[in-house]
């Protein structure tokens, strides 16, 4: 079976230039070598903290940022080959949301003319049958006639983002790329439009690449689960493998420190030290090492490559060790 997407080696790096000549004085890894496949009708959520590279990751997908090197391929598609026009076709195959659906919609245009646009620019309606096709993108996205011919300025954030996903749902695409959608929604509503992302998923069959830091929302969503710490993906293993068996301490720290919903299920936690450092300036070895309450010398100088440990995908010279570690002993073997 050939995947409905599949990145090989994907890499965005961004010069920073500084003064008159705007001369390069460095580069901003903000995503570096990653290497994933989705299925259809399948979930893959990317998590990590801010500013390590998921939405930047997202939007090199649909080549928003052109990559530096790496392929991205739909189905058969190489889409970093594509020409303009290719790129336009393969993106009515490929959406994105964000998570301030406010932004990306036009505050002249009613909702019925937001949804009629893609639908006659791709010919996927004709004047005489736009009205029916945006009644049925309204109807599948939980909204009434009543949202039709109004404003979003008119509406809840959580309305607003069901225009934001039936917008995306007018050209038919097969994967949505979901950056942080519900992040900015009240909890409730937060639940409402993850369900309905789950009900258009079994109905239609998209497949998601859902780019959030809320791991109770990754948790509830995703199949599979990719982890990314300054650029790189640190660990990819099926979801319930990942929250019940962190191999990366980095993924152990992230799980550890989420709210859970029940504090008897705590473990020993792994201790981490200070916050993010700049991807512009990239610590040798493994970049986690600073932070890592496991660091051995090796640590320091060699980067660990991802590896396949048990069902997951690590990338941690102690990989077979952090399951079922406990804090005090890991350090004690230091
Ligand atoms: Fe920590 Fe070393 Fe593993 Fe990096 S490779 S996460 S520093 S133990
Ligand atoms: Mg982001």
Redesign the pocket.
């Known amino acids: 079976m050939t995947a409905l997407l599949k990145t090989e080696g994907l890499t965005k790096h961004f010069p920073v230039r500084r003064g008159v000549l705007r001369r390069q004085v460095g580069t901003v890894q903000a995503v570096t070598d990653v290497s994933f496949e989705l299925g259809s009708n399948e979930t893959l959520a990317i998590v990590g903290e801010s500013g390590c590279g998921k939405s930047t990751l997202g939007r090199a997908l649909l080549r928003l940022h052109e990559p530096s090197g790496g392929k991205v391929w739909l189905q058969d598609m190489d889409v970093t080959a594509l020409d303009k026009r290719g790129l336009r076709e393969a993106r009515r195959h490929m959406q994105i949301i964000f998570q301030d659906p406010f932004g990306s919609l036009n505050p002249r245009m009613t909702v019925r003319e937001t949804l009629a646009e893609p639908l006659l620019l791709h010919g996927l309606a004709t004047p005489a049958t736009v009205r029916a096709e945006t009644d049925r993108l309204i109807d599948l996205c939980g909204l009434s006639r009543w949202h039709a011919e109004r404003y979003p300025h008119e509406f809840s954030g959580g309305q607003r983002q069901r225009v934001g996903i039936a917008r995306a749902l007018a050209t038919r695409p097969k994967l949505i790329i979901c950056d942080e959608p519900v992040s900015a929604l009240d909890v409730s509503v937060q639940a409402q439009i993850v369900n309905l992302l789950q009900d258009l998923q079994s109905e239609l069959g998209i497949a998601y690449v859902f780019i959030s830091h809320d791991l109770a929302v990754v948790r509830h969503i995703a199949g599979k689960v990719a982890v990314m710490y300054l650029g790189r993906v640190?660990e990819e293993a099926a979801t319930e493998d990942l929250f019940d068996a962190p191999r990366?301490?980095?993924t152990r720290i992230l799980i550890d420190s989420a709210p859970r919903p029940d504090p008897t299920a705590i473990r020993h936690r792994l201790p981490v030290k200070g916050g993010t450092p700049s991807a512009l300036a990239m610590p040798p070895?493994?970049?986690?090492?600073p932070?890592?309450?496991?660091?051995?010398d090796?640590?320091?100088s060699?980067?660990?490559e991802l590896r396949q440990v048990g069902q997951s995908r690590v990338?941690?010279?102690?990989?077979e060790k952090?399951v079922g570690m406990e804090a005090g002993r890991a350090e004690a073997e230091n």
């Open positions: 640190v990366h301490p980095y070895g493994c970049a986690f090492h932070r890592c309450p496991l660091a051995i090796r640590c320091r060699v980067r660990p990338a941690c010279h102690l990989a952090v």
